[in-house]
Nanobody, 119 residues
Framework: QVQLAESGGGLVQPGGSLSLSCAAS????????MGWYRQAPGKQRELVAT???????NYVDSVKGRFTISRDNAKNTVTLQMNSLKPEDTAVYYC?????????????WGQGTQVTVSS
């Protein structure tokens, strides 16, 4: 069993910054890719950013230049630094991890953390 614990969500004004963190714990051999997704009310869940163990990153076009994803492999954590936030960024943000235990591979999701951008 693996758990993903998210933190850092909250309310911020347009143009402000917020940092989200996610820590994986449990039976883990290693984690391949980690990432962040988001879902606004009435919309599909959207990939925001991903990062490999070798720090290769990928971002959805709408956040390029504003968001930065990073990870600490020793601590099994991933962080999303969000700058120049817009109201359109308002959503529930979910952490994602591709986890290998001793014999299997499985995708895990966090419970989600609310990010609200409003003046």
């Amino acid at each position: 069993q693996v758990q993903l614990a998210e933190s850092g969500g909250g309310l911020v004004q347009p143009g402000g910054s917020l940092s989200l963190s996610c820590a994986a714990s449990g039976t883990i051999l290693f984690i391949n890719a980690m990432g962040w997704y988001r879902q606004a009310p009435g919309k599909q869940r959207e990939l925001v950013a991903t990062i490999t163990r070798d720090d290769i990153t990928n971002y959805v076009d709408s956040v390029k230049g504003r968001f930065t994803i990073s990870r600490d492999n020793a601590k099994n954590t991933v962080t999303l630094q969000m700058n120049s936030l817009k109201p359109e960024d308002t959503a529930v943000y979910y952490c994602n991890a591709d986890v290998y235990d001793l014999s299997t591979r499985k995708i895990y999701w966090g419970q989600g953390t609310q990010v609200t951008v409003s003046s």
